[in-house]
């Protein structure tokens, strides 16, 4: 790829919900991706996000009053806008700009109005986070202003990147008001996408089919799915993760992205040989201890461990369809290996279990068979367990978690981020403890997880209906089954019980392989997160960024104005 001098940035404005804020995938992107684009821009790359922090600060932002002082200043004393400057704590150390936006809540319908008249932004309909999340976008463009006229930056070259429906109205607030800045949108999964396979309906077989508009009143998403429309119509350049989610857009926001820009990884902080082998070392023995307390008799230690993850979407993450496959699993006669198959999907939850925290702490050890009998499950309370599709589920297929039943299923309902009350471990540290992962999902526009599992050098399988799944199959899944370290299994509207039983006969296939064996598929499976790694995947948003620039040259010279301008 050859890219025009004149079309690279000079200062990089990056904007979205999760800055600092680790709340999903898109943190993962954002945080991963700064150490490379640090060294490219060396602090010409300023990530803007909310801030939500109070008397407790963000774990993840280090304050630091002496960066642009005079500017910030300047903003709050004329502007109104409380800022605050720091380092995002994540490998590159970028500078971060924090935004108050409470205040223009009481703007908030002179500033909808205006988005109607400019863009025909429908917020009429609008609820819930839409608001927040809005004016938000609102605040984080006018730091985007402030900083580019304070700075005099009109002789340079300036991008600014919003991520999301969520950022869509800062996108279209500096389209029209320094139009000289050249605007990147990015939707990492489309609103109504996500709604669509959410409520059950058939997305990729009808995709032709559907009217993003029409579908988004019908699903009560007209708010969201309009900004984000607009925001990705009038953007320099409309980018999204994947092959799959360019369609998606392409049919519903009814612009094809200008770039795919595939979510890479950032791996300089996953142990290596014998620090690696230490740290797996200590998750297998905290995983195994856990399930041997929350179901109350002894595991073999030779049992495979097996996981799913990610949010708490049960049909688009599978999380279904891997229930299924550990019911057929169990039903295997010829399966010899016990499995332990982990949910690890964040619900609705009180706080740890009690009785389970005592057993861990060896307080309760002549009850520890009765109790666990009771709930042999799960490891955390929640609010409404009768209400709960996981626990439904385990308890409709007959899952008794017994000593004579090959295969275990542990329910995780929590975040796992150190401080859980169970593990107290993070994900990562618990993650490289498993033999395999996986993720049969139905909707997923890239799909960390699976990349993170053969990151740590663990064998994972997941489907054609992931970003990263059809990668992989392009660039690394060669071979029948998990023999190189990744299965990509296929995954339409209707297949959801091949799939099942697809994934039960590769963990049986998993469960027969010797050591040695096992060792290759875990140095496949690195070997396959080398070729995804940024310092493969920044070229596509260098792209992104030329083509931003060249497209805003192209139209401030042009002599017809859109209506915004």
């Known amino acids: 790829m050859q890219i025009d001098a004149r079309h690279t940035p000079d200062y990089l404005f990056e904007t979205s919900w999760e800055v600092c804020n680790k709340v999903g995938g898109i943190y ?39 960066l642009f002082s005079p500017w910030r200043d300047f903003a709050l004393n004329n502007q109104h806008l409380p800022i605050r400057a720091g380092r995002w704590k994540v490998p590159g150390e970028p500078i971060v700009f924090l935004v108050r936006f409470e205040a223009f809540f009481g703007k908030r319908n002179d500033i909808y109005t205006q988005m109607w008249l400019d863009y025909d932004v429908d917020s009429i309909a609008a609820y819930g986070d839409y608001h927040e999340a809005t004016m938000f976008a609102y605040a984080a463009a006018l730091v985007i202003e402030s900083f580019y006229r304070f700075h005099h930056l009109e002789a340079e070259n300036v991008t600014a990147h919003f991520h999301e429906w969520m950022t869509g109205a800062a996108a279209l607030y500096i389209r029209k008001h320094v139009p000289k800045i050249a605007t990147l949108f990015t939707t990492h999964a489309t609103s109504i996408g996500r709604s669509i396979a959410g409520n059950n309906f058939p997305l990729y077989d009808h995709l032709q089919g559907y009217n993003g508009d029409q579908m988004a009143r019908q699903l009560n998403m007209t708010a969201k799915h309009s900004i984000e429309k607009k925001a990705a119509q009038h953007v320099d350049c409309f980018t999204t993760v994947s092959d799959i989610t360019a369609a998606e857009c392409t049919q519903l926001l009814e612009r094809q992205p200008d770039v795919v820009t595939p979510n890479g990884f950032e791996k300089d902080f996953i142990p290596k040989g014998s620090d690696h082998r230490q740290v797996r070392k200590r998750a297998r023995k905290m995983l195994f201890n856990v399930a041997e307390k929350t179901v109350g008799h002894a595991i073999h230690p030779d049992a495979l461990l097996i996981a799913t993850s990610g949010r708490y979407e049960y ?136 990349h993170e599992s053969v990151a740590f050098s663990v064998p994972t399988i997941t489907t054609t209906l992931a970003g990263f799944g059809v990668w992989a199959k392009k660039e690394g899944d060669k071979k029948e089954g998990i023999s190189d370290g990744i299965e990509v299994v296929y995954r339409n509207d209707e297949n959801s019980a091949e799939v099942a ?65």
Request: net charge negative.
């Open 501 to 565: 039983e697809e994934i039960a006969a590769l963990i049986y296939d998993l469960s027969l392989k010797s050591n040695e064996q096992v060792k290759i598929l875990k140095q496949s499976a690195a070997a396959l997160a080398d070729m995804a790694d940024w310092a493969h995947f920044i070229q596509h948003y260098q792209e992104a960024y030329s083509k931003a620039l060249h497209n805003s040259f192209v139209r401030l010279s042009s002599p017809y104005k859109l209506k915004a301008d």
């Open 315 to 450: 049909k688009n993450k599978g999380i279904d369809v891997f229930i299924d496959a550990m019911n057929l699993l169990r039903k295997m006669p010829q399966l010899t290996k016990d499995v332990i198959a982990f949910i690890m999907v964040p619900g609705w939850v009180k706080g740890p279990r009690k009785d389970l925290q005592a057993r861990l702490c060896g307080d309760d050890p002549a009850h520890a068979v009765d109790s666990s009998s009771q709930c042999p499950f799960i490891t955390h309370e929640l609010v409404e367990p009768q209400h709960d599709r996981v626990m439904n589920q385990i308890s409709h297929l007959g899952f008794c978690n017994s000593a004579g039943e090959r295969v275990k299923i542990i329910f995780v309902p929590s975040y796992l981020n150190g401080d859980d009350g169970i593990f107290n471990l993070s994900y990562y540290d618990l993650l490289i403890g498993f033999d395999m992962s996986v993720f049969p999902s139905y909707y997923e526009p890239w799909g960390y997880t699976p």
């Open 28 to 66: 993962t992107v954002l945080s991963t991706r700064a150490n490379i684009l640090q060294k490219i821009y060396k602090d010409r790359i300023f990530f803007v996000g909310p801030d939500l922090w109070g008397v407790q600060e963000s774990p993840w932002f280090r304050e630091d009053d002496s």
